[in-house]
């Protein structure tokens, strides 16, 4: 069973940009989302990469398996092209606005992303061994690091 604990946020450049908010809510026990706003003071901007790592706590959290880089710009132009990334993509589509090509002029929002829906993938997909298990998103724009997004999970 796969459950997403806590997610940070950090604007680790604030003269570009910074999360209005960012925050797990737990409605009841089988009832979580996690809601992310963020805004740019320097809209609009077309190159966006996206960097993906997948840490696993031994002794402290080290990398484990995953670390990809996304030209998320060609990728929002045509994700069918890029059908592994597509299916990730997917599971947040819903709850996102950040599924249209660049430009992009406007906040970026996480809307009550069901944890349940993410969980489900986590546990039936990966076939990990338990443990705590860290996801760590940067998002890097204009080749400059602007801000980090962090999910934490336990597989048990
Ligand atoms: C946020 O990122 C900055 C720059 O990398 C770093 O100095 C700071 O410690 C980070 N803050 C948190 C809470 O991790
Ligand atoms: C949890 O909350 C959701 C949304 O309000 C509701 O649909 C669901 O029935 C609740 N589940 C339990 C076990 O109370
Ligand atoms: C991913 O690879 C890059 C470049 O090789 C490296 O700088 C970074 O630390 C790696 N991150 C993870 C999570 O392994
Ligand atoms: C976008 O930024 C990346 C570095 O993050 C750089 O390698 C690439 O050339 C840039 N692309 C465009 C179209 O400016």
Not at 18 to 29: D, G, L, S, T, V
Not at 40 to 61: A, D
């Amino acid at each position: 069973k796969y459950e997403f604990t806590n997610v940070k946020c950090n604007a680790t450049d604030p003269t570009f940009g910074n999360f209005r908010y960012c925050y797990i809510k737990a409605i009841n026990r089988t009832y979580k989302y996690v809601s992310i706003r963020y805004y740019s003071t320097q809209v609009p901007y077309t190159n966006i990469t996206v960097k993906l790592g997948l840490y696993k706590r031994f002794n402290g959290y080290k990398p484990f398996l995953y670390n990809i880089t996304i030209n998320a710009c060609k990728f929002l132009k045509s994700p069918k092209t890029y059908p592994v990334l597509k299916f990730f993509f997917d599971i947040i589509y819903p709850a996102s606005n950040f599924h249209h090509p660049c430009p992009y002029d406007h906040d970026i929002i996480l809307d009550k992303l069901t944890i349940a829906t993410v969980n489900h993938y986590f546990t039936n997909i990966l076939p990990f061994s338990e443990g705590d298990y860290m996801i760590e998103i940067r998002w890097v724009v204009y080749a400059v690091e602007r801000a980090v997004t962090t999910l934490y999970g336990t597989l048990s």
